[in-house]
């Protein structure tokens, strides 16, 4: 699904946190937790492919030492700004540090990994 | 997501957004296009961004129009302090909802790329930005940075498409910024996507001055100055100066105002100079050409008008110390606001840049005279030197304005170079010479031209001293003209000579009177003795008549006693 961005200013129905785990307030700082952010604008074919790749890699391989928060920038524009997003969807990893992005559909695992930075071991 | 109250407004006349540069605006007969994108180009450190922020500036402060400036090189603490050297209070603006500064950063070594993706979240934030403060004009500065921020360039350009329509879309007037590459105008090529209005600015070194200069490649649906302007950026933004179009159709007073000298009032037939003509005076090191020229703004502040004098060569206070001991005291009229002194060094600027600040003073100030002390401090090419010129006087013969320029000839090629080039720009040219004699030098004026009047022909003699310039009454002899000790020497040799020659006549005149004298006595003399005779004479007739009365008187007694008679 190739299509270029489906303009449409009136889809503000998605709400990401919807089809997240919750953080976990106890698990954020702790060592080896990973807090991730994907930022997303609507219910683009691009978003939804991100997300639900970004939920099998976690799944896979950072079970239960992870918390994703989804931001939809169509919802609030304003949150753009502080985590330097210009490309969508872009993950963010903002622990452990230092702050990675990974822009894309999240397609490529292989990819994703290494920019996330996680070994594959622990999980397979 | 407003969308287009004024997409259709080129149908008609294309409607453009005053950008408040000084002289842009004229150069594009409005400013940019309004409602489109513009590309602003040039190599680095050509005034891009200075460009954009002015016109985001202006716009927000004498149009009412808000503006976006998206920066993607500059942090907007950076953008702050760097344009704070101009009069911008950036700050200001942001917290008046005038503006919105958004520093778009990205590094390229913290992120991957995974899969398609697209550039959503820089409209995301863009329109964000727009909608937050309602903006009517947007700066993208410079955009091209994005291109060494992801690696799929061809995403990348499709998505900048995509942006400059959904700018078009939007409505507002965009500014963008792009650095100039190899043969192209932009490094990757951005202006096949903004091509409306592209603008190049450019920045190059002659002798080691550097000159702004500012062109429109393209301006479309709209005829726009196709020359280069230089311009310039100073604490009052950036001036763009447009070259007058060399017209030849001002007015020609016909008043006068007088030189301030009262001497060369007299050597010109009309006692002065035509208003709006102007004046050149040359002359070598030390012949007073600047107490010339500021004799003739003290004239001028005294009749009340304004002055505005150019001064390459000396600082104000300094300028002024040295004319007041000519006893040309002008602070007053720094005071009242009738002068105006500015003190530049020729070397800072390139001689366009030098015209363009000389354009906006004038057009500021509004004087009646103004002096450029002196035109010889530019140094460029000839032909360029020439052209700066024609263009200045130009200008100042438009407004009417009396100008004197002063110029350094030197010994060797005085008439020759420089002022052989200008000589024809100038209506009114009085040559200052010093002259070596008897171990002394003098300084001699002569008006070598005075367009529409007669003038004297006579090479005269000048003083300065403290009570300012004075013309010397010009000795003129069977020797020629005579100056300094040779004229005082050859004064009083004629003099003595003058006296000599009284003295010869008065002798010859006592000598004179001496033999009439002596005619006179002998005439008397003779007279008396005429005289004398006559008297003798006639006391010899009166003898002889008693004598013949006697005889008769005798000779009738005698009859009467011999009783003859009756």
């Known amino acids: 699904m190739t299509t270029t961005d489906v303009h449409d200013p009136d889809t503000h129905t998605v709400s990401g946190t919807a089809t997240t785990p919750a953080i976990d ?31 099998r890699i976690c799944e896979e391989y950072l079970s239960g030492v992870y918390s994703i928060e989804v931001i939809d920038l169509r919802v609030t524009p304003q949150l753009a700004a502080g985590d330097q997003i210009l490309a969508l969807p872009t993950l963010v990893r903002h622990l452990p540090t230092p702050l990675v992005k990974i822009i894309g559909d999240l397609s490529n695992t292989d990819k994703v990994l290494v920019g996330l930075d996680i070994r594959p071991e622990p999980a397979n | 997501m407003a969308e287009k109250p004024h997409a259709s407004s080129h149908i008609a006349a294309l409607k453009k957004s005053a950008t408040g540069i000084a002289g842009f605006d004229e150069i594009t007969l409005g400013g940019l296009p309004q409602g489109r994108p513009s590309l602003v180009c040039g190599f680095a450190g050509c005034g891009k961004t200075l460009f954009a922020m002015s016109f985001l500036v202006n716009g927000a402060l004498q149009f009412g129009e808000p503006g976006v400036f998206m920066s993607f090189e500059e942090r907007t603490q950076d953008l702050m302090e760097n344009v704070g050297s101009l009069d911008y209070d950036l700050q200001g603006l942001v917290d008046q909802k005038l503006m919105v500064i958004d520093h778009v950063y990205v590094d390229s070594s913290e992120i991957e790329e995974t899969g398609e993706y697209d550039l959503e979240g820089l409209f995301v934030r863009l329109g964000y930005a727009i909608d937050s403060i309602g903006a009517k004009r947007v700066v993208l500065d410079t955009i091209e940075a994005l291109f060494s921020s992801f690696k799929d360039t061809a995403v990348l350009r499709a998505e900048l498409r995509r942006l400059f329509y959904w700018l078009k879309e939007r409505g507002v007037t965009a500014v963008v910024t792009g650095e100039r590459g190899d043969g192209l105008l932009t490094r990757y090529g951005i202006e ?28 479309r649906g709209s005829s726009h100055g196709t020359n280069e302007y230089p311009f310039f950026i100073d604490e009052h933004g950036l001036t763009v100066m447009p070259i007058t179009a060399a017209g030849l159709d001002h007015d020609a007073p016909e008043d006068i105002v007088p030189t301030g000298i009262e001497g060369l009032n007299q050597m010109l037939d009309r006692g002065g100079y035509y208003r709006g003509s102007s004046v050149l005076v040359t002359g070598l090191a030390g012949t007073g050409k600047t107490t010339f020229a500021a004799s003739f703004i003290h ?19 300094q300028l002024l110390r040295n004319l007041s001991s000519v006893n040309l005291q002008l602070k007053s009229y720094i005071d009242e606001g009738l002068l105006r002194v500015e003190s530049t060094r020729p070397s800072l600027f390139g001689l366009e840049v030098h015209l363009a600040r000389m354009y906006r003073e004038i057009i500021e100030f509004k004087p009646q005279t103004v002096v450029v002390d002196p ?35 030197d010994a060797k090629t005085t008439r020759a170079g420089l002022d052989r080039a200008i000589s024809s720009l100038m209506d009114t040219w009085i040559s200052l010479s010093s002259v070596e004699a008897d171990g002394e ?24 001293d403290h009570s300012g310039i004075r013309l010397v009454t010009p000795y003129i002899g069977p020797n020629g003209v005579l100056t300094g000790s040779a004229r005082l020497n050859e004064e009083a040799r004629e003099r003595r000579a003058g006296e000599l020659r009284q003295r010869i ?37 009166h003898d002889e008549i008693s004598q013949l009365q006697s005889d008769d008187d005798s000779r009738r007694q005698l009859a009467r006693a011999r009783g003859v008679l009756e």
């Open chain 1, 25 to 55: 307030p106890s698990a954020v700082g702790q060592p080896g937790h990973y807090a991730l952010r994907l930022y997303i604008a609507g219910q683009t074919p691009k978003s939804v492919t991100a997300l639900r790749n970004l939920q």
């Open chain 2, 192 to 219: 096949e996507y903004v091509s409306d209005c592209v603008i190049l600015l450019d920045n190059r070194v002659a002798d080691q001055i550097t000159t702004r200069r500012l062109r429109v490649i393209k301006y």
């Open chain 2, 505 to 541: 006549s008065e002798q010859r005149q006592r000598g004179k009177q001496k033999s009439r004298d002596e005619l006179e006595r002998k005439i008397a003399e003779m007279r008396a003795a005429l005289e004398a005779q006559e008297q003798e004479d006639a006391l010899l007739d």
């Open chain 2, 299 to 317: 004239a001028s502040c005294l009749r009340g008008e304004r002055c505005l004098l150019f001064s390459f060569e000396e600082a104000e206070s």
């Open chain 2, 375 to 409: 035109i010889s401090a530019f140094h460029g090419p000839q032909s360029e030197v020439h052209a700066t010129l024609l263009r200045l006087v130009d200008l100042l013969k438009q407004r009417n304005i009396t100008t004197v320029f002063t110029s350094l000839s």
């Open chain 2, 441 to 464: 030098y003098n300084r001699l004026l002569y008006v070598l031209k005075a367009r529409g009047m007669g003038h004297s022909n006579q090479v005269r003699e000048y003083h300065i």
